[in-house]
């Protein structure tokens, strides 16, 4: 079962917009984590926000957590055409498990 | 540093045929996990290991899957007999966390199974 849910699952954006997707869930959480996806590939890292926090950044990347809505939000800005993958949220709960969503795919057209 | 490594890349078998999934984690990491990945979803967690031990195979379908981490380091996930459904992308990673973290994961590129 997957507790985190995406949306929207698919985006099509232009080169140098911004691209937002959310993330809800539906359990308490010790941290909560967004993946990238290439096509083909593993997924990579991107950046983990705990439960404590409500906002992080990382180069391009922004990260909002709001534990009262269970949801988070991911904002690339400045996107590239290198950005194009699946983007996956995954959440840390109880008993250490991580669970992830069933993703956004995101198109950035050059 | 060397990544998580995962052979073979592709294995196309047929069904009731058994096959196996190899993966070496980051050296110095401590868990290890197995997930599946169908098509267009996010990956599911099939075990997870803490050293040697198996500390959550919930999800793990144990009439056919069977997964081993002797000497706490590289591992295999096999599955006996293989099934149409099977079909999907097998995924390693590690992580550095101990018991009571769960911190970022590093993935493997992991295996494409097809099951014909």
């Known amino acids: 079962s997957q507790q985190g849910e995406e949306d929207p699952q698919a985006l099509s954006i232009q080169e140098g917009e911004n691209a937002t997707m959310n993330c809800s869930y539906k359990?308490?959480?010790?941290?909560l984590q967004w993946y990238r996806q290439n096509s083909g590939r593993g997924l990579v890292h991107l950046i983990l926000i705990r439960s404590n926090e409500r906002e992080k950044h990382s180069g391009r990347l922004r990260v909002t957590l709001d534990t009262s809505k269970k949801s988070s939000s991911l904002l690339i800005t400045a996107s590239r055409a290198a950005d194009t993958a699946s983007y996956f949220c995954?959440?840390?709960?109880?008993?250490?498990?991580?669970?992830f969503g069933g993703g956004t795919r995101v198109l950035v057209k050059p | 540093e060397a990544g998580v490594v995962q052979s073979p890349r592709y294995k196309i078998i047929e069904k009731k045929q058994p096959v196996a999934f190899w993966c070496n984690p980051i050296?110095?990491?401590?868990?290890l996990y197995w997930y599946r990945q169908n098509l267009g979803q996010g990956p599911e967690l099939l075990i997870r290991y803490e050293n040697e031990e198996a500390v959550d195979d919930s999800q793990l379908p144990k009439d056919r899957f069977s997964a081993e981490r002797l000497k706490g380091v590289d591992s295999t996930l096999k599955i006996q007999p293989a099934e149409l459904g099977d079909s999907a992308v097998y995924l390693c990673a590690s992580s550095s966390g101990t018991r009571g973290t769960n911190e970022k994961l590093f993935f493997g590129s992991g295996t494409q199974l097809s099951v014909l």
């Open positions: 995954a959440t840390s709960s109880a008993g250490n498990k991580l669970t």
């Open positions: 359990t308490s959480i010790n941290n």
């Open positions: 050296s110095g990491h401590n868990t």
